[in-house]
């Protein structure tokens, strides 16, 4: 007999106003699984999620529980008591555990001390402060400190302590990651990893969603649907659906409504980033970097008048400081027309300050900054407080004209918000009527129509959902500007931008070529090298006191067996990667899961394992070639 899932939602159903938010809804959760919970803003995803918190009751349906389950919830902006210290608010998740022992300790006539014991080691009560203690240190937090002066992502951390320490068996986080950097997602995907509860949380962070869960469950327009495994085995068996989809719906487009149609259409948009818009980026990262060399070797005779044209900012020797705080030390670089970079550190490192320098809103204490003329900067930050919620949506990309120049390019208005997914029946309904995520492609609509050629987005992935990310990268590739992208979100900085500028501490900014994943794994490569090359240079153990003898040279020139290695080493590189390319081929393949689970689950460990080979074929070829 199978057991019982710890938590049961049957026949749930959810209505605001006239649209239903979940239809006929059902969903099982089972000890050990982490559920990626998915959908776009305002199909009703927090709300399932506060129904499975028991914070919030469905229309119609039951929710039923396992006896004795407990359930712990973090909202996306969670509450904590003002005036109070990190150690007093993580201890609110053990409240029940230390009023029992409380009670216990300073007992009155007529209290059942045993059954007030029994309840104690229940909740493992008599502990509860080490369990604190312990749940702090990870959240990598002073105990004493007050949660008032925390930052938005330390708040983040303390939340989640407050309800890790409770040690309950479901845990539900709503967006989990906004407010946290890099650093900390890390921290918070390991963390979870190795969490042994049951898990459901919402969040559009697709690298995330890969690392941390089990299963997907998409809602869309009230019914769930699941989907074993991580985001990517999601987005491999959607696309099957989405390929058989079409050929159902080729047949019936002209019996469906035009609401319908654009629907329909919507959904299927997800299916345009694929591998040619990788390729894309990879073929836009390559010509940057040629770009780069001609203009860097051409530097001296590039005139002012010409500069508008081919050189966005050039930065040489730039330092900032505040006080003590140093912020950029010692930077130069060239920005290019067309350059899409983005900028990487934790909060506080600085993006913002070293932004500013590049674009002429600060001047630096020290060094030169030399920029293009004619730079029209677009900032999305600052679209969210022009949205006039009674003006039409036309109206609101478009003012007083039906058509809209984009490029070189003119496009009637209704057209142009076809693109970014609304109806033609939409372009005349006011701003007001739009939910949360649709204003959000409202303001991209309205940011792409601005004649800029500089565009500025700092975070803008923390109220888009996946499908508007998705187009919004797709977007982002074919802007002929110069964009500057802040964001912790590593699968949306990986397929957007050329290059990085990392914060690597003290001031100190590093620029790499690629995304988030290409930095790590340069850095990676770059500090094995470095100690590579001190194990070969580093002077042999000193022997037992005997007579003096001067020290041998380290050898610096290979080996006979060395330099056989590293003539090999190319091919068995280049065996791994066409090794990799036809295991990537079989899972992104219609039939791959279909085959059995343990099939499924050797080639994608397989897949996995062949970067870590990989890294350390590099490595090790770098090491060899260093020597010469």
Do not use: C
Not at 335 to 355: E, F, M, Q, S, Y
């Amino acid at each position: 007999m199978a057991p019982m899932a710890l938590l049961t939602l049957t026949n749930a159903h959810l209505a605001f106003g006239h649209v239903p938010l979940l239809d006929g809804t059902d969903l099982s959760l089972d000890t050990g699984e982490r559920v990626g919970l998915i959908g776009r803003n305002g199909a009703g995803k927090s709300s399932l999620l506060k129904i499975l918190a028991g914070l919030e009751r469905p229309d119609d349906g039951t929710l039923q529980l396992q006896s004795g389950v407990r359930r712990e919830y973090v909202p996306q902006e969670p509450h904590l008591a003002p005036g109070s210290t990190v150690f007093e608010v993580v201890s609110e998740g053990v409240a029940e555990a230390k009023a029992v022992r409380e009670r216990y300790e300073a007992h009155a006539p007529g209290d059942d001390l045993d059954a007030l014991q029994t309840r104690i080691e229940a909740l493992d009560g008599w502990t509860w402060e080490q369990r604190v203690d312990e749940t702090i240190h990870r959240l990598q937090i002073e105990p004493d400190a007050r949660v008032d002066a925390l930052s938005g992502g330390q708040r983040k951390r303390v939340a989640l302590g407050r309800a890790l320490v409770a040690a309950p068996d479901v845990l539900l986080l709503d967006e989990p990651t906004n407010h946290l950097d890099l650093e900390a997602i890390d921290w918070l995907g390991g963390l979870l990893t190795g969490w042994r509860g049951a898990l459901v949380l919402i969040t559009h962070d697709r690298a995330f969603l890969d690392t941390v869960t089990t299963r997907i469950i998409e809602l869309d327009r009230g019914q769930l649907r699941s989907y074993p495994g991580n985001f990517a085995a999601f987005e491999a068996a959607k696309q099957r659906e989405l390929e058989a989809e079409a050929l159902a719906n080729a047949r019936a487009d002209k019996l469906l409504a035009q609401e319908e149609i654009w629907i329909r259409k919507g959904v299927e948009a997800r299916r345009t980033r694929s591998v040619a818009r990788i390729a894309r980026l990879e073929k836009l990262r390559a010509t940057r970097a040629g770009r780069r060399d001609v203009i860097g070797g051409v530097r001296l005779d590039v005139d002012t008048g010409s500069r508008s044209g081919k050189i966005v900012a050039e930065l040489e020797d730039v330092s900032k400081s505040f006080g003590a705080k140093v912020i950029v030390k010692d930077f130069s670089s060239t920005v290019l027309r067309g350059d899409k970079i983005g900028l990487i550190g934790p909060n506080g490192a600085g993006k913002t300050t070293l932004l500013k320098l590049i674009l002429g809103e600060l001047q630096p204490d020290a060094g030169t900054v030399k920029r293009g003329t004619n730079l029209d900067v677009a900032y999305f930050d600052q679209m969210r407080e022009v949205l006039d919620p009674e003006a039409t949506l036309a109206d609101t990309i478009s003012p007083g004209s039906e058509w809209i120049e984009i490029g070189k390019q003119r496009k009637h208005v209704m057209s142009y918000l076809g693109d970014f997914l609304f109806a033609p029946a939409r372009a005349n309904s006011p701003v007001k009527s739009l939910s949360g995520g649709e204003r959000n492609r409202l303001l991209l609509a309205r940011l792409f129509a601005r004649p800029a050629n500089v565009m500025v987005l700092d975070e803008p992935t923390n109220d888009l959902d996946i499908e508007t990310l998705e187009m919004l990268e797709e977007l982002l590739q074919d802007y002929e500007g110069t964009v500057f992208l802040v964001s912790h979100d590593r699968r949306f900085v990986d397929n957007v931008v050329t290059s990085t500028l990392v914060a690597e501490g003290e001031g100190r900014w590093q620029e790499y070529e690629g995304g988030i994943t290409d930095w790590q794994q340069q850095a990676a490569r770059s500090v094995a090298a470095r100690q590579a090359a001190a194990r070969e240079v580093a002077p042999p153990p000193a022997p037992a006191p005997a007579a003096a003898t001067p020290a041998a040279p380290a050898r610096k020139k290979l080996s006979y067996k060395e330099q056989r290695e590293l003539e090999e080493l190319p091919a068995r590189i280049e065996a791994l990667e066409t090794e990799q390319a036809r295991l990537a081929s079989d899972i992104g393949g219609s039939a791959f899961y279909s085959e059995s689970p343990g099939r499924i689950a050797e080639v994608t460990a397989r897949h996995a394992a062949i970067d870590d080979e990989l890294l350390a074929l590099m490595e090790r070829w770098e090491a060899l070639s260093s020597r010469t």
